[in-house]
């Protein structure tokens, strides 16, 4: 008894060391802490996202570049370092500040950097009111030059409800609805381990002009207007849809839109005209029909032999 009770003592003591604080024994007494924040220009709020930290040092490497001391993601991140010479530098969106500092030996130091630049609120709703998840929209920004709104690239990666630093200037807005629910499209890869088809960006695409003002937050919303619509092959109105059918839906000029087949695909459209064709048993049938914003339905494209076309 008394040779197990001093073995549980001593995995005792040893577990306890084992998970003790990394750095508890052996820190460096003179690091220095650097706390850092950011606002939208001069003496504004500090800003809660979107920002990027990064901590060199100051002094270049013998290839020009500057050493990576420490990164983060954070608002208002504290960073560790060695007594010495630094370059904080922070990105928000487009849009950066930097500052050369130096640390001394045990400093506890606060650190407010000002980005000289504007930011954008980008906002999508169906329609006027009913608002659109961020996962549904893919959103680009652009420079806009004369007779060319869609001139240069500027980000990609935006989505509904971030505040995106940038420049003060002109940006052109490109919103597009991204179809998550829709089945049947035809030539789509499937997504990583079998699961299902990854979005696919739609016809609702809605554009908008903003100027971006320094030191300002702008708020836009884009409005789009589209609806779910579901296809199907039936011999009479209210029938059962016919399986192994395919779909063809095409705008009243021709342009195909996609390509779909199942019984019951489905897909989602701007509000507008649209043409579908479907095909089975080496059969075609033509339909017409409408779509109205908010209001999903489903088409029914009747196959009567009067209407087959290219028999």
């Known amino acids: 008894m008394a040779r197990l009770a001093l073995l549980l003592a ?12 990394a750095g508890a024994q052996g820190a460096d007494p003179n690091a220095s802490s650097l706390h850092l924040a950011a606002t939208l220009g001069a003496g504004g709020a500090a800003l809660s996202n979107g920002l990027h930290w990064r901590l060199f040092a100051a002094r270049a490497e013998s290839d020009g570049s500057h050493a990576l001391i420490a990164e ?18 922070v990105a928000f969106g487009l849009a950066s500040a930097t500052r050369i500092l130096t640390l001394t030996p045990g400093e506890n130091r606060k650190e407010t950097l000002a980005i000289a630049a504007g930011a954008l609120r980008v906002g999508a709703t169906q ?35 971030d505040v995106i630093g940038l420049p003060e200037g002109a940006y052109h807005i490109v919103s597009t609805y991204l179809d ?11 997504g990583t381990n079998g699961a299902a088809n990854p979005p696919v960006p ?26 779910t619509v579901t296809i199907k092959l039936v011999k009479g109105p209210g029938g059962e ?33 649209y043409v579908v064709i479907a095909r089975h048993d080496a059969k075609t049938y033509q339909s017409e029909f409408p779509v109205q914003s908010g209001m999903d339905r489903d088409i029914e494209v009747i196959a009567k032999d009067a209407d087959a076309q290219g028999q």
Not at 205 to 227: C, E, M, N, Q, S
Not at 247 to 262: A, K, S
Request: proline content about 7%; charged content about 15%; hydrophobic content about 45%.
């Open 10 to 21: 001593w995995l005792g003591c040893a577990l306890a060391a084992a998970v003790s604080p």
């Open 72 to 89: 983060s993601g954070a608002a208002q991140p504290t960073l560790n370092a060695p007594p010495g010479d630094y370059v904080v530098h």
């Open 127 to 161: 329609g006027l009111t009913r608002p659109i998840d961020a996962a549904n929209v893919s959103l680009a920004i652009y420079v806009p030059e004369r007779n060319n709104p869609q001139a240069k690239l500027v980000y990609s990666k935006a989505r509904l409800g």
């Open 180 to 190: 998550t629910v829709g089945v049947g499209s035809l030539g789509l890869a499937k």
């Open 202 to 227: 739609t016809n609702s695409v809605v554009a908008g002009d903003v100027r971006v003002a320094a030191g300002k937050i702008v708020d836009v919303t884009l409005r789009h207007r589209f609806a």
């Open 241 to 273: 849809a016919l399986a192994n059918s395919t779909f063809t839906v095409l705008t009243p000029g021709g342009d195909i839109i996609r390509e779909l087949i199942g019984a019951f695909p489905s897909l989602v459209l701007a509000e507008g005209d």
